[in-house]
């Protein structure tokens, strides 16, 4: 069974087309990167799965649960997906160590002493610990985003969804972030990421997915798709990369 | 072309390339500056001599007019200031109680107000559409109007079982006025946080509520501090407005004596008390600015 399986996602802005019948499947542990053009419709692809974004057609199921339907609301939701922004959106008047317990304690009413234990624990595992009472404008962008990954994995989600998480921040800080999503996939974490770091989606990807004009136009193995490129959409995108040094 | 500067020396060498030597060290940190006495007694002096005419200049004027003497006598009597001191400051204390019982009802019924405004979804459509209209009519309506009209006219219905003192009525329709400006202040500052913030608290599953109350409200708040305070400051002053309904407050206190002297050095007193009061609010104001300023700047070393 899928971890992900979207079947003919439509999704208009106004009268704007920006998904157009896209299908998709992402196989449990398996990590998925899309990519194409700003307005291709990738962000909008990933805030459909976890429905920050209602599509108008087509149906998304998680793990074999159908979360289109109208009788399924959003509770527990957040267990099945997690999201992490391109700008952190971290909480600014909590501390570290709150940002990743007010979910856990508000929606599954862990208590306050069992939520910061296993918060610790998260924040240890990202090397994080020692800013647990940090607010986060004391943090590097960096430290913010490693946060920010955290605090999405509170919930101890089935995927996680990553929107462009390294755009935002400064070259020599991408790093410390790239390592982490390596970490998790290592961990065998189910991963959607939109990313514009080319490299970094031959690293990490099992599968790259090529997105133009609101569909899906190719999809195969990074080291097949970055190098042979079937589609002349692909074949110009990349092209494009190349010349500007990106790749 | 123009000539060389010579500060830049023989060393300045174009398209050089490869390691640069080290320098021998960074050049020492700048002086601290200490008040240069020389270099600001001329602008001090011209500074102090301006103030001097010109202040001197306006008092000389306005002794001297031939009015004068009974401007002073009808408004700044010494003896009248003295003899109607202690019940002006009588009726100030009762402005006090009212403007701190007015603040704390405003700023929670403000707050359900812009709450219930920016609840989201269609359930709560005709709860929004009721606070908009509240909103819409009680801001657009002089204060003194609704002071006059719950003060006498709700008193005037004598229902049993509400109360009957105009200064009750009064103070409900300053609560009820002020909201309508306080609720929307509440929402210029929960709409100003970012849309980002609802969209990270939403997908950790909290519900609309929690979202509201632990992630946006604590901001919003935060990003209207200022205009808040700017609030606190005029109901001070508006609560004056219940005279006119025989509230004996400091206005109508000072109003009492001049009807019965001719005089109006009291409506100074009551003056003088008002500005005691709002311009430490001010001050406060600015220096609860300044520090939330200085939090948000705050980095971390």
Redesign the interface.
């Known amino acids: 069974m899928s971890a992900v399986a979207i079947r003919g996602l439509t999704k208009y802005f106004g009268t704007r087309l920006v998904l157009d019948r896209v299908d998709l499947d992402v196989a449990a542990h398996e990590v998925v990167c899309l990519i194409g053009a700003s307005g291709s419709g990738k962000s909008t692809l990933l805030r459909c799965i976890n429905r920050l974004v209602e599509a108008d057609h087509g149906l998304i199921s998680l793990g074999g649960l159908s979360i289109t339907d109208p009788q399924f609301g959003r509770t527990g939701l957040q267990q099945r997906v997690g999201i992490v922004f391109q700008s952190y959106n971290l909480f600014p008047h909590l501390t570290v160590l709150d940002n990743l317990t007010l979910a856990p304690r508000k929606v599954q009413r862990i208590s306050r002493a069992q939520a910061d234990a296993r918060a610790r624990e998260v924040l240890a595992l990202f090397a994080m610990d020692s800013f647990a009472a940090s607010y986060p404008e004391q943090l590097s962008g960096g430290q913010q985003q490693r946060v920010a990954i955290a605090r999405a994995l509170m919930t101890d989600p089935d995927v996680l969804l990553l929107d462009e998480v390294t755009a935002a921040l400064d070259p020599e800080l991408v790093g410390e972030v790239l390592r982490i999503i390596h970490d998790l996939k290592a961990r065998g974490l189910t991963m959607v990421i939109v990313t514009h770091e080319m490299g970094f989606a031959r690293d990490v990807a099992d599968r790259v997915c090529f997105l133009s004009q609101g569909r899906i136009v190719e999809e195969d193995s990074p080291a097949r798709l970055f190098t042979t490129p079937e589609h002349p959409a692909t074949q110009a995108f990349l092209a494009r990369l190349i010349a500007s040094g990106r790749v | 072309m123009a000539a060389p500067d010579p500060r830049f020396g023989a060393t300045q060498r174009p398209g050089r390339t490869g390691v640069r030597p080290a320098p021998d060290g960074p050049p020492p940190p700048p002086r601290k500056r200490h008040f240069d006495w020389r270099a600001a007694l001329a602008p001090g002096l011209v500074s102090s001599a301006s103030i001097i005419v010109v202040f001197g200049g306006l008092y000389w004027l306005i002794t001297s007019a031939e009015q004068w003497p009974r401007i002073k006598a009808q408004f700044f009597n010494i003896d009248h200031m003295i003899a109607a001191a202690p019940r002006v400051a009588q009726g100030f204390l009762t402005n006090l109680q009212v403007w701190l019982i007015a603040l704390v009802c405003i700023g929670v019924w403000a707050l359900v107000l812009a709450v219930v405004r920016s609840l989201r979804g269609p359930v709560f459509a005709p709860l929004r559409l009721i606070v908009v209209v509240y909103i819409d009519v009680f801001r657009g309506l002089p204060a003194l109007l609704l002071v006059i009209l719950f003060g006498f006219g709700i008193p005037a219905l004598n229902i049993p079982g509400l109360p009957n003192s105009g200064l009750f009525w009064g103070g409900v329709a300053m609560v009820l006025c002020y909201s309508a400006y306080v609720a929307e202040i509440y929402r210029s500052g929960i709409d100003a946080v970012?849309e980002?913030?609802r969209?990270?608290?939403?997908?950790?599953?909290?519900?609309e509520w929690?979202t509201l109350i632990?992630?946006i409200l604590?901001?919003a708040l935060?990003n209207v501090l200022p205009a808040l305070m700017n609030i606190v400051v005029a109901l001070q002053k508006d609560v004056a407005l219940l005279s006119v309904i025989g509230v004996r407050d400091a206005v109508r206190e000072a109003q009492i004596y001049t009807a019965t002297t001719f005089n109006y050095s009291s409506l100074i007193v009551a003056a003088l008390l008002f500005l005691l009061a709002t311009i430490p609010m001010a001050r406060l104001a600015d220096w609860v600015n300044r520090r939330d300023r200085a939090r948000?700047l705050?980095?971390?070393e």
């Open positions: 970012h980002g913030q969209a990270a608290a939403r997908s950790l599953g909290l519900s929690d632990y992630a604590p901001q935060r948000r705050q980095v971390s």
